[in-house]
């Protein structure tokens, strides 16, 4: 009786380690079956956090782009628009500014040539453009006297103009005498500045 029972003990030493063992393992695959995952709703929720960032960078970049190209644009317009003020300025220039001569004379003097030569350039730089050059007297001598003078002065301006490389194609010539004075006054002031030849842009504009 005594010996069955050793046995018995026996048995049970041999046997409670590997049932301990075996409680252990499944323990621990119950933790880990039971460990809790990412639920639908958070990946759900992740996803579209995601997505707004994306769609945000997408939407601040774009603003960028637009207000980089804005000010491209602005910066364009603005040269443009100094472009265009230059251009009108020299137009106004070229078409302002006459040259004059002294009492019935038709030769080209000093600050005649400087003016001349800012003609010629202006038209060097717009090749299309046309030209009529009109001779103008003061108020003395005879209206066919004026006339002839006027022609002169008119072709004096035209033949400075070609000496600079100006075509004669582009450059056409009428005399007005007394006709048209820019200055209606009777004196010496009036009759020197009446005294001139004046430019006409007539095509290619």
């Given at each position: 009786m005594k010996r069955h029972g050793l046995?018995?003990?026996?048995?049970a030493l041999l046997i409670l380690p590997i049932m301990a063992l075996n409680f252990t393992s499944c323990a621990k695959k119950a933790v880990t079956t039971e460990a809790p995952g990412i639920s639908a709703e958070e990946k759900?929720?992740?996803?579209?956090?995601?997505?707004?960032?994306e769609q945000a960078e997408r939407?601040?970049?774009a603003a960028e782009a637009k207000k980089k190209a804005e000010a491209e644009a602005k910066l364009k317009e603005q040269q443009l628009a100094r472009e265009k003020a230059a251009a009108y300025?020299?137009?106004?220039?070229?078409?302002?500014?006459?040259?004059?001569?002294?009492?019935?004379?038709?030769?080209?003097?000093?600050?005649?040539?400087?003016?001349?030569r800012a003609k010629a350039d202006y038209m060097k730089k717009n090749p299309k453009i046309a030209i009529e050059i009109q001779g103008h007297c003061d108020e003395r001598?005879?209206?066919?006297?004026?006339?002839?003078?006027g022609d002169r002065?008119?072709?004096?301006?035209?033949?400075?103009?070609?000496?600079?490389?100006?075509?004669?194609?582009?450059?056409?010539?009428?005399?007005?005498?007394?006709?048209?004075?820019?200055?209606p006054g009777h004196n010496e002031d009036a009759?020197?500045?009446?005294?001139?030849?004046?430019f006409l842009i007539i095509s290619g504009e």
């Open positions: 046995i018995l003990f026996l048995v759900a929720r992740q996803e579209a956090e995601r997505k707004k960032r939407e601040k970049a300025a020299q137009r106004a220039l070229f078409l302002n500014q006459h040259v004059h001569f002294d009492f019935d004379k038709y030769t080209i003097k000093t600050n005649a040539e400087i003016v001349l001598g005879t209206l066919d006297y004026n006339l002839a003078l002065r008119a072709n004096a301006a035209a033949k400075y103009l070609m000496s600079l490389g100006i075509s004669q194609s582009r450059i056409e010539t009428i005399s007005y005498g007394e006709e048209r004075p820019l200055n009759w020197a500045e009446n005294r001139r030849a004046q």
